[in-house]
């Protein structure tokens, strides 16, 4: 038996490697235990996984093509589908995320493409060119490579299933349970894999009860990753906060970014102080996640962001135009007054040098007169 502060695995002799709940069968004489091992304690980690978020909110749209043409999809069984296939992902990993889940009817406009054949008419793809019209962003790209399935994923936002109507097409048509079976079994492989969800390894097998989708293993072990995950990127946010407070100057930091800060730094010392004093995973998954909300808020205070996106340097060439209109007028006058009092004082200067040269003539002349009295 493995016993850990927060729960207990046991690994117990089986007919063939599989996993139920926390306990690992696996045979005797079997190999690459401590591998398996390895793998179920520490996968690696699907970088086509979204981040961490308290919250998410799952939206399921339905694309009909040109309304106007008729052939349009008017209704389908979508909470089935949901109990089904989204609800019990949803109620399994409720310890980590809030779930909103909405659906919605949607139509656009004919595609600017057509699809092209392939295997002489039995099988239409589209270049990763085309895909791009399924969201609005010109950020997001895809692999290069063909797609041989009506399902893809676009890591970390989300998953797109093409429903191929019957040929030829119904001018209405109703999407039932059965209907949207296979969509919706597409649907959870993606939601669990933009969720982080570690996957088994191919040698195990997973024994679960028809009313549970995941084993209690996998969920702890995404409730390490996420909070290694929340850990890892308080500290990097942390870091840049003061990174930035310590180059830019006259940076404004508010009591209210003090407070966030300390915030975020208790919850992490809450987190290693009591990490070994039977903290369970679900606790120090809250003290990770507050600590990355904290120092999220602080580095993104709208006070710090007015001076990132606004520094004096910018404001000093977005106002100096509009001033100049105003200051050449100005300094044009101050040189005339600065040319005019100059001249007044130069002048001034030869004015008083006259009148001390006829000063001196005249008592020059006083001098004279004097001597000739005297002889």
């Known amino acids: 038996m ?8 046991a690994i117990l002799p089986g ?21 398996t091992l390895t793998s179920l304690f520490a996968p690696k980690i699907d970088h086509r996984a979204a981040q961490y978020s308290p919250r998410y909110r799952l939206s399921f749209t339905l694309l009909n093509e040109d309304g106007s043409a008729g052939q349009v999809i008017t209704s389908w069984d979508i909470q089935q589908a949901f109990a089904q296939h989204i609800y019990p992902i949803t109620s399994a990993l409720g310890i980590l995320h809030n779930f909103t889940v909405e659906s919605q009817v949607q139509f656009h406009a004919p595609l600017a493409f057509e699809p092209r054949s392939i295997s002489n008419g ?5 270049t990763p060119e085309d895909l791009t019209v399924f969201i609005n962003s010109a ?9 041989r399935s009506s399902a893809f994923l676009i890591p970390q936002w989300g998953g797109i299933v093409i429903l191929n109507l019957p040929t030829p097409p119904p001018t209405t048509l109703e999407l039932t349970f059965r209907d949207l079976r296979t969509p919706f079994s597409s649907f959870s492989r993606q939601l669990l894999t933009l969720l982080g969800f570690p996957r088994l390894p191919s040698s195990l097998s997973s024994s679960l ?3 549970k989708t995941v084993s209690s293993w996998q969920i702890d072990t995404l409730l390490r990753q996420r909070t290694h995950e929340n850990v890892m990127r308080s500290h990097d946010t942390l870091r840049s906060t003061v990174t930035l407070v310590s180059q830019i100057d006259g940076m404004p930091v508010d009591e209210q970014v003090q407070s ?58 977005v106002y100096t135009p509009l001033f100049a209109s105003a200051m050449i007028p100005l300094l044009a006058a101050g040189l005339r007054e600065i040319a005019a009092w100059r001249k007044e004082r130069r002048e001034a200067a030869r004015a008083a040098k006259k009148d001390n040269v006829a000063d001196a003539n005249s008592n020059a002349a006083g001098t004279t007169a004097s001597a000739i009295v005297v002889h």
């Open 2 to 9: 493995v016993k850990t502060a927060f729960c207990g695995y």
């Open 15 to 35: 007919e063939r490697p599989s996993v139920e709940d926390r306990r690992l069968y696996y045979p005797p004489h079997a190999e690459n235990l401590a591998a």
């Open 122 to 126: 039995t099988a239409f793809v589209l």
């Open 139 to 147: 950020e997001w790209t895809l692999f290069h490579l063909m797609i």
């Open 209 to 211: 009860s028809s009313s």
């Open 260 to 317: 966030q800060v300390q915030g975020s730094l208790k919850a992490l010392h809450e987190l290693f102080a009591h990490a070994q004093n039977n903290l369970t995973l679900n606790e120090m998954l809250v003290h990770s996640a507050r600590a990355l909300t904290l120092s999220s808020k602080a580095f993104f205070h709208p006070g710090m962001l007015a001076m990132l996106y606004f520094p004096a340097e910018h404001k000093y060439a």
